[in-house]
């Protein structure tokens, strides 16, 4: 005799949706998106079928349709030319640059949307790295000063929340100082916690045209083959600061999800990067495999994993298919 039959749970669909334990919910999303020059312009990433780099007043129809389908946060990626690109990124704190520049049109547009912004170097440097490169070497220190200034030079835009994706060590305890010092004692801080040396980020360095022109970036991200050092990021950054811990790539770091989780009472975001979802968009047009349901298997097993916030570039598409 059977006496425990598991399968009792899953007799049909009511009971299955009454046990179910993890939901993903159009709350969960953050937006992406990538701006360009220009009025009327519309550029799809030719890796990322379905994603375009956006000029501001397109990239502020995107915003409002998206609030109509129920995503209220985005995180915006200016798309620069390369005469906007020089050694100490001085591009990111120009106020009357693009990216300042609609980043407050955004804000007074939409009060009630959140409005996240990166803060590395990369898309601003010449030398294509997330920090001050001297000598053929990134130099952790000058380059908090850049990015400290970076972030105010954001959150005088009105922004909410600064996503600081360098990873120099310290930088989200100067970035809050550097905060607070402003008067943006508000303004929150999404920490690139864990942010591995990654080359699911193809395709968005192409979106961005911001791959490194030397070398890589494994002296600042992390090795994929290590979780503990996920745990020192994080203690740091919980001491630093910071009010959300985000884990990236997502799909093949579950298992840090997963530890920050258990181990920190931040929330945890999930940063579904840009090779995943082409990965997905490529198996899917190929008819390999069906693209829809293997969007919905993932973002859940990001929520599974311990994730609270999903950074992804399926957010919209899910919200029109999820559509009530
Ligand atoms: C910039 C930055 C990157 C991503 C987000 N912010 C690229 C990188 O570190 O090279 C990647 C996002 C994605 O692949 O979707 N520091």
């Given amino acids: 005799m059977i006496t425990n039959r598991p399968r009792r749970n899953r007799k049909s669909e009511a009971i299955r949706n009454l046990i179910q334990e993890n939901h993903v919910t159009v709350n969960d999303f953050i937006f992406p998106l990538f701006l360009?020059?220009?009025?009327?312009?519309?550029?799809?990433?030719?890796?990322?079928?379905?994603?375009?780099?956006?000029?501001?007043?397109?990239?502020?129809?995107?915003?409002?349709?998206c609030m109509k389908l129920g995503i209220m946060t985005f995180d915006v990626f200016p798309s620069l030319a390369d005469k906007f690109k020089d050694k100490t990124a001085s591009e990111s704190t120009n106020k009357n640059g693009l990216y300042l520049k609609t980043l407050t049109l955004i804000k007074k547009k939409f009060p009630?949307?959140?409005?996240?912004?990166?803060?590395?170097?990369?898309?601003?440097?010449?030398?294509?790295?997330?920090?001050?490169?001297?000598?053929?070497?990134?130099?952790?220190?000058e380059t908090l000063e850049i990015l400290g200034r970076m972030a105010v030079a954001q959150a005088e835009c009105g922004i909410d929340i600064i996503g600081p994706s360098d990873m120099m060590d310290g930088r989200v305890g100067y970035i809050r100082e550097s905060l607070d010092q402003a008067g943006f004692s508000n303004v929150s801080i999404m920490s690139y916690t864990a942010k591995y040396a990654s080359a699911f980020y193809g395709p968005f360095r192409d979106a961005l045209d911001s791959a490194p022109k030397f070398g890589d970036k494994k002296t600042y991200q992390m090795n994929p083959a290590n979780s503990k050092e996920a745990l020192i990021e994080a203690q740091l950054d919980l001491e630093e600061g910071a009010d959300f811990l985000m884990v990236k790539p997502a799909l093949s770091y579950l298992d840090v999800i997963k530890d920050l989780n258990a181990n920190f009472d931040?929330?945890?975001?999930?940063?579904?990067?840009?090779?995943?979802?082409?990965?997905?968009?490529?198996?899917?047009?190929?008819?390999w495999i069906d693209g829809d349901r293997v969007r919905d298997e993932i973002l859940l097993s990001m929520k599974r994993a311990g994730a609270s916030v999903i950074l992804t570039y399926f957010a919209k598409e899910w919200a029109l298919k999820h559509k009530k």
């Fill in 112 to 141: 009630e949307a959140c409005i996240m912004t990166d803060v590395a170097m990369d898309p601003y440097s010449s030398d294509g790295h997330d920090g001050l490169v001297k000598n053929g070497e990134i130099v952790n220190d």
């Fill in 266 to 287: 931040l929330p945890i975001a999930a940063y579904n990067v840009s090779g995943e979802y082409a990965m997905v968009k490529a198996a899917a047009a190929k008819g």
């Fill in 36 to 65: 360009i020059e220009g009025k009327n312009q519309k550029s799809e990433v030719k890796s990322m079928p379905g994603i375009y780099r956006l000029s501001p007043d397109l990239l502020l129809k995107e915003i409002e349709s």
